[in-house]
């Protein structure tokens, strides 16, 4: 009995071995079809794709973006950004598809020739030329090629057409891309739906959508700029603009003031709260910022409120007025800020671009103007000027401490050449209440409608960095040479933010030197009169002074000497960069009002 139970635990023992044994076997194959599955797969798709054409590189463009997406990674362009030309066609850079879409690329600098390779097919184009040679076969394109910079720029459809790709597009409402896939298979719409998604996600929102949507303000400028259009943010009836203040390290926006400028509605109920009604959506603000949008408690830390105890304006948080926009708020340079479809935080070219546009949000203008029966903007070409005979201490410093003396303010226009040599004064300027304004770097005496626009651009932005430099502050105001503007001209001065300011009183006083001409101009100037002088002669200077000293004596009217742009504030005119202003009438606010307004425009 002893030896029978030992044998059968002996036995039993093997047996359970053997199974043992089976299992692990079996759990061993189970484990190598599971990894080899996959990997068969991969390798039968990775032919198949050779053979007959199936899913390869995948990559999506971002008009005016110099980076895209290729299978899922975001890849940089070095700077050769896909753009679109003025018939709507895109073109890519030539390098950038090789790059990502595994073709081999060759140049040929002397025939300004590229030859793409694709396997067993060769395409060979040539820069400023629709011919194209694909194969064996001459091809035509739609659009030649072009060089921009040393890079070649290739029609993307066309050359997906050429290599059987597919080509797909999405509107600016869909971040403005561009899917180029080496797949056979049709980009319906749902996968470019799918791929937008993705693509978004990691390059942002397209520029033109950014132009076209998104809210820009400054602290303390009294504009905002939407739809490419700068707006005064001022309330109902009111003259004056009501600026952005900081406050507690977190922006405010005037409410009331803002929604009259987007084309909203903010009531308030006489007690606690307030409504406001946006493009669709409906909020309600209480006076320590409890915010609902349609009905939604809106939260976070820096959702808050006050109402300014001088003035009563009520003021909300950046952040809760994104809310109120259906907006997401983004800090951008020097103090401005965006209220754009998505955060831009991650997204700096996008961050930058929108950067670029806020020229137009200058500083508000002070609120201290005094009230007058006649308001006139006293303006001075050509300067400063230093120290010349009779005026030890500089002319333009003479005229300043009289001006000071008078209580008065005016605006000058500075040449950027002249600042260098005498900028003593260029601390006072800004600090006395005077406008500063740019009267181009060089002075060119063909005028800057001699000039080509990049030589347009430099004299401008040229100057604007020598008068900040030396002032601490940017010109607000340009004038031309001589008044003379054209289509370059106007189209440069609003890139750059700056409004045009001409005048509708010359004294003449570079042609007749002459005081009591000068001094009699501006007696006789109307309200609303911009006067032109120049800080460069005796007698301009001290007729413009003897002129201020006999107006402000009469009893009759009263008479205010404001800046160009305490004279538009006065009268409920918001400067637009690139417009052409002569005189800031009640006559010229009514035309512009009711959109007749056609300014005298000097060549």
């Not at 739906?193 to 978004?200: C, S, T, V």
């Not at 030589?455 to 601490?472: L, P």
């Amino acid at each position: 009995m002893t030896y029978q139970s030992a044998y059968r635990t002996t036995y039993r023992r093997h047996r359970h071995r053997r199974r043992n044994s089976h299992y692990g076997v079996l759990i061993a194959l189970i484990l190598v079809v599971i990894v080899a599955v996959p990997v068969a797969f991969q390798i039968v798709k990775e032919v198949s794709s050779a053979i007959f054409g199936g899913d390869r590189n995948q990559l999506v463009y971002q008009v005016d973006n110099a980076r895209a997406l290729t299978d899922g990674k975001i890849v940089d362009l070095g700077g050769a950004t896909p753009y679109r030309d003025s018939n709507g066609n895109v073109f890519v850079s030539v390098k950038s598809l090789c790059d990502n879409l595994g073709l081999e690329l060759s140049w040929d600098e002397s025939g300004k020739t590229a030859v793409l390779t694709e396997r067993n097919d060769t395409l060979r184009i040539q820069a400023d030329s629709k011919t194209a040679q694909f194969n064996e076969e001459t091809k035509t394109l739609s659009i030649a090629p072009v060089m921009k910079d040393g890079t070649v720029f290739v029609p993307v459809h066309d050359i997906c057409q050429l290599f059987s790709w597919q080509v797909g597009e999405l509107g600016v409402d869909m971040g403005d891309l561009v899917v180029v896939s080496q797949s056979q298979k049709t980009l319906d719409d749902e996968k470019l739906g799918k791929i937008a998604d993705e693509a978004l996600s990691e390059l942002g929102p397209s520029e033109k959508q950014l132009a076209s949507d998104s809210v820009l303000m400054r602290t303390n400028s009294d504009k905002l700029q939407y739809q490419g259009a700068v707006r005064q943010m001022k309330e109902k009836g009111g003259h004056r603009g009501v600026s952005v203040v900081e406050r507690d390290g977190l922006q405010y926006v005037p409410l009331s003031a803002a929604m009259n400028a987007l084309g909203g509605t903010a009531s308030f109920d006489g007690s606690n709260e307030w409504t406001v009604e946006y493009n669709g959506i409906q909020s309600t603000i209480q006076g320590n910022g409890k915010t609902k949008v349609n009905g939604d408690r809106v939260r976070g830390d820096d959702i808050s409120a006050f109402t300014d105890g001088d003035s009563g304006r009520f003021y909300v948080s950046a952040p809760l007025f994104a809310a109120v926009l259906g907006k997401a708020y983004t800090g951008l340079e020097d103090g401005a800020f965006a209220f754009a479809v998505t955060s831009l935080d991650g997204f700096d070219s996008q961050k930058a671009y929108l950067s670029g546009q806020t020229n137009g949000l200058t500083q508000a203008v002070a609120s201290n103007i005094p009230d007058a029966d006649v308001y006139i903007a006293l303006t001075f070409d050509d300067g400063p000027t230093g120290a010349i005979k009779g005026y030890p201490n500089g002319l333009t410093a003479y005229l300043l401490d009289g001006l000071k003396e008078r209580g008065a303010h005016a605006t000058f226009f500075m040449v950027g050449d002249r600042v260098n040599m005498f900028s003593g004064t260029m601390s006072r300027l800004a600090s006395e209440g005077h406008e500063l304004g740019n009267h181009t770097m060089t002075h060119p005496m063909q005028h800057l409608t001699g000039l080509k626009k990049d030589g347009i651009e430099k004299e401008i932005s040229s100057a604007t960095s020598t008068i900040n430099e030396k002032a601490g502050q940017s010109p607000t105001v340009l004038r031309p040479v001589g008044g003379g503007v054209n289509s370059d001209v106007k189209a440069v001065a609003k890139e750059l933010g700056l409004p045009i300011i001409n005048w509708n009183v010359d004294t003449q006083d570079w042609k007749n030197r002459n005081k009591q001409s000068v001094h009699d101009a501006i007696v006789n100037a109307a309200d609303g009169s911009v006067v032109l002088m120049h800080d460069l002669y005796p007698t301009s200077v001290e007729g413009a002074l003897s002129a201020i000293d006999e107006l402000q004596s009469r009893t009759d009217k009263t008479y205010a000497f404001v800046t160009v742009s305490e004279l538009a504030a006065v009268k409920g005119i918001t400067l637009e960069p690139g417009v052409v202003y002569n005189g800031l009438t009640d006559k010229v606010a009514k035309q512009i009002a009711d959109g007749t307004y056609a300014p005298t425009e000097f060549t």
